[in-house]
């Protein structure tokens, strides 16, 4: 006989014994003899019996479920990271929560509260929109936390990073390189530990360019379409000798070519314009998007692997930070 939903009751009443002493067979548990396991196992397979990944947690009192909490699920960069992250899980038989706060901090706090509230221990955190100290605390009612790309350091939370600061150095050497002198910045969120590191590698870059920085050239923005085209519209009338802008990633690097588009600038003949992650669609605009390649999903495999190193107790190798590597295309 083959049931296509089969439960632990059903198995049990086919082999004569307790739920019980069901699922300390399918779990591999002791105080079950060798002769009545195997008849459990056998009629388990007969009845096509999956135990749910909850009766396994609770089999073993451990949850099997993790988080992912970011903050724009319609941005590629971290649709493409929890998307790596959520395959190693399921390789590993845990199931991961995606939570999207919509760029909210209210709505990031209240998504740690709700997976607190199903007793989840293990959490990856990207793209924080929190104050670091307001972070701190947060996490550290997690058991595993694990986050991505952020400037908290603090004992129990481990971390994964991209070499921001490198990054933009090399795009301000490309553009310096170019010909390119008077180069604005569209900022993310000021409370993005990303957007704060790209700033310090633009800082850099000029250092190393010769150019001076000025503060006014800096425009933060939301990261979107319609801010990255908000903030260069704003920076050019600010700046109007403006002749490149480097973009806190390739969503606001598009929205800024659209901006340029209604002002009647052309790119990159009057400005040239550099994106952040290469996302897939960054090759497909047009102009085509110079921008920095991250390896997204090396980035959520390796927050993942931490996680799952946390919980099976295993030793954990400081990982290396995911390095850029500058892309060129159409837009500069």
């Not at 019996?49 to 988080?67: Q, V």
């Not at 699920?73 to 649709?79: E, H, L, V, Y």
């Not at 923005?221 to 990255?228: A, K, T, V």
Request: proline share 6%.
């Amino acid at each position: 006989m083959s049931l296509s939903r089969s439960t632990a009751q059903d198995i049990a009443r086919a082999a004569g014994v307790s739920i019980m002493t069901v699922s300390r067979a399918i779990n591999n548990q002791p105080g079950v003899g060798e002769k009545t396991r195997k008849r459990i196992m056998e009629i388990a397979e007969e009845y096509n019996y999956r135990p749910s990944r909850l009766a396994r947690g609770l089999a073993s009192r451990r949850n099997t479920n993790i988080g992912v909490v970011i903050p724009d699920i319609a941005n590629p960069f971290f649709a493409i990271l929890a998307k790596a992250a959520m395959d190693l899980a399921r390789a590993s038989d845990l199931n991961a929560f995606i939570m999207n706060t919509d760029e909210n901090p209210v709505m990031e706090l209240a998504a740690f509260d709700s997976l607190l509230e199903e007793q989840i221990d293990g959490v990856i955190i990207s793209g924080s929109r929190l104050p670091l100290r307001r972070l701190e605390t947060a996490l550290k009612r997690f058991k595993y936390p694990v986050l991505v790309n952020s400037d908290l350091r603090a004992p129990g939370i481990e971390n994964v990073d991209v070499d921001d600061k490198a990054a933009i150095i090399k795009a301000v050497h490309h553009l310096v390189q170019s010909g390119r002198r008077r180069i604005g910045f569209i900022a993310g969120p000021k409370e993005s530990s990303s957007s704060r590191r790209r700033l310090a590698g633009l800082q850099a870059g000029f250092e190393l360019g010769g150019l001076a920085f000025d503060p006014n050239a800096v425009e933060n923005c939301i990261p979107d379409i319609d801010g990255g085209a908000r903030a260069i519209i704003a920076l050019t009338e600010r700046n109007p000798s403006l002749d490149a802008v480097i973009a806190y990633n390739d969503i606001t690097a598009i929205g800024a070519i659209r901006g340029l588009a209604k002002l009647g600038r052309r790119v990159p003949d009057d400005l040239a314009v550099v994106g952040f992650d290469d996302v897939p669609y960054a090759s497909l605009v047009r102009p085509s998007l110079t921008t920095l390649h991250i390896d997204i999903p090396a980035l959520g495999r390796q927050a993942m692997k931490i996680l799952l190193d946390l919980r099976g107790n295993r030793p954990l190798q400081a990982p290396m930070p995911i390095l850029a590597e500058l892309i060129v295309r159409e837009s500069a």
